[in-house]
């Protein structure tokens, strides 16, 4: 029931985290602790559906803030460090982490969050390697947010810059702004 699949391949897990039934999910987690072993467990939060995301993905792609708080409260009871890293820097079929698919989106409180947690399981590479990530079409979250005219968001990466330039080398700062996407257009 909890690992069972469908034709894309999505769990009860997937499709509950990605529609933000945060009741449902609240009864497959409870029924899922006293059911499955810890592998099982795990499998719930690291799973990939057909299109390669995972429920993190899927919700943090939908600006599902409170499914978001969920899962990464379990995940913390089941994941290990590495685990968790890899929640965060997981991509989907187009090499879209939570991150970019958040930004994709405009999901400022989304953006927010992830860079709140990230900063407890991530290195400072790590960290790097999220803010700079880019998708299949080489666009990172700032360049995605500039071509769609999205201010406050822009507003919200400069601000958490400003954090990362204690993470990111003057190298990647630059880099950051002058990247080019597969059209080789700047932001």
């Known amino acids: 029931m909890f690992v069972a699949k469908e034709k894309c391949k999505r769990t009860a897990w997937h499709m509950g985290a990605g529609k933000g039934q945060i009741d449902i999910l609240h009864k497959l987690w409870e029924w899922a602790k006293m059911l499955l072993t810890q592998e099982e467990?795990?499998?719930?939060?690291?799973?990939?559906?057909?299109?390669?995301?995972?429920?993190w993905l899927m919700s943090a792609g939908k600006g599902q803030i409170e499914v978001l708080h969920k899962l990464w409260e379990w995940s913390k009871k089941v994941l290990t460090q590495?685990?968790?890293?890899?929640?965060?820097?997981?991509?989907?079929?187009?090499k879209r982490t939570a991150w970019r698919m958040a930004a994709d989106k405009g999901q400022i409180e989304v953006l927010h969050k992830l860079w709140e947690w990230a900063k407890e399981v991530l290195t400072e590479e790590e960290l790097s390697n999220m803010f700079l990530a880019k998708d299949r079409y080489k666009r990172t979250a700032w360049q995605v947010a500039a071509k769609k005219d999205q201010l406050e968001l822009l507003h919200l990466l400069h601000k958490m810059w400003v954090c990362a330039k204690e993470v990111l080398t003057r190298e990647e700062l630059k880099n950051m702004?002058?990247?080019?996407?597969?059209?080789k257009r700047t932001s």
């Open 41 to 55: 467990l795990k499998n719930m939060f690291l799973a990939k559906e057909e299109c390669k995301s995972t429920a």
């Open 82 to 94: 590495e685990e968790l890293k890899y929640m965060f820097l997981a991509n989907d079929e187009f």
């Open 177 to 183: 702004f002058l990247a080019k996407e597969e059209c």
